[in-house]
């Protein structure tokens, strides 16, 4: 009789731990998370980055879901429609006001009050935290997107160019006249002096657009009511980026490449200087390169510089993009996804291991004291130009203004240039592009004023 009930207990106990464990599974609260391929292996790497949170808050599980940029939009605007959306989501700073506008964005305003350091954030980053058309914070930041300027050691070295030197675009003009003039051939492979993408790629506005605002230029008057695309000072600075085509230093066969494409040029030393993300940096650093036609392998060797955008005599600033995070307005789990926003958001550790696995850098403050900021030198340059950067304007008809008016005319405009090969430079035509743009602008922001999308 004994042996029989210790049989039967023996059969019920497991059958009570699986019921067991099936409640605590249900009980577990899972946060879902939408984010873009922000790194080589966004699923894995953001699994990475969340285990300390799972330590920290037990009972809670992040499930993770890789958004596609391409059509990541319209997808989170589908969910807001729908009101099936994510607890959590990553927000492009220039799509924090459009989610904003459509509600699909909760109030921070709370726990910004109660976290209580106004400047937690670095300047340019806060700029996107509170829509300009809004009365509340959306989002916090996440991650920043700078470009700094990268340039081939051996060849400033061969020419006797200190790269200190090349603090305005005037110098940097100089350097690469030099650079053009002698005829390098490093490696059996000729040296070009720059190289930017143009019509085949996403980064077309990003790209010029420090040479614009350091020229003393912007997209949009400071009240943001009107185009300031013919302003005297932003055409100053469109002119001289593309100039860099007209005077030989960017050749014509660049404007057809993608910036993986001029990115690979330069691995291969093919090129003087290129502005690229601060991701560059992270592959240059564990990257080794075939010298030459042989098999002998060598470490490229490259330095950074601040944009060499500053025009002689004006105050520096750069462009300055990335991403936040918010919380959807129909979650139900409101403070465990405001727990993930603080872990994500304000602990240095947290902010540092994502930038060292994305290439990104901090928005928060304090993660630039740590000693692989502050003792790097090319890692300080990129936080210089964050100091010194200038975010999008923080508008919801910003993304149309971006994507339907300005990569679409300068898309035509680089069309234009690479017709011109050999002819004579299409100063016109530049011109009848940009004045174009500047009326579709105005009629985005008249638009969005009628609708009572007020601009300031």
Known sequence: MKFRILFLSLLILPLLLISSCKEETYSEKIIHLWIFNNSPSPLEDMNKILKGFHVENPGIKVEVTILDWGNGFSKIVLAAATRKGPDVIQVPSTWAASLTDVGALMSLDSIVDIWGDPDLFTASARETMKPRNSATTTSLPWFLDVRPFYYRKDVLDSLNINPNSITTREAFADVLQRVKRAKLSINGKFINPMAYPAKNDWNIVHNLSSWIFSAGGSFLTEDLTKSNLLNPQTLDGIHFYLDFVKNGFNDYSNLDKTTAGVSSDFDQGRIAFIGETTSKSMYLENQNFLQGNSNTVATLEYGCITPPTVRRGSPAKYFLGGSNLGVFSTTTLKRESLALLRYLTAQSDVQFQFSRISGFLPALSET?????????????????????????????????????????????????????????????????ELQAADREINNIISKAARQNEKPI
């Open 368 to 432: 630039y004291h740590l000693p692989y900021f502050s003792e790097n030198k090319n890692r300080k340059i990129f936080q210089k130009i964050v100091e010194n950067g200038v975010s999008y304007p923080a508008v919801s008809f910003w993304s149309a203004i971006e994507t339907d008016v300005l990569t679409k005319r300068l898309n035509n405009i680089f069309n234009i240039i690479a017709g011109s090969e050999g002819k004579q430079w299409p100063t016109a035509q530049i011109d009848a």
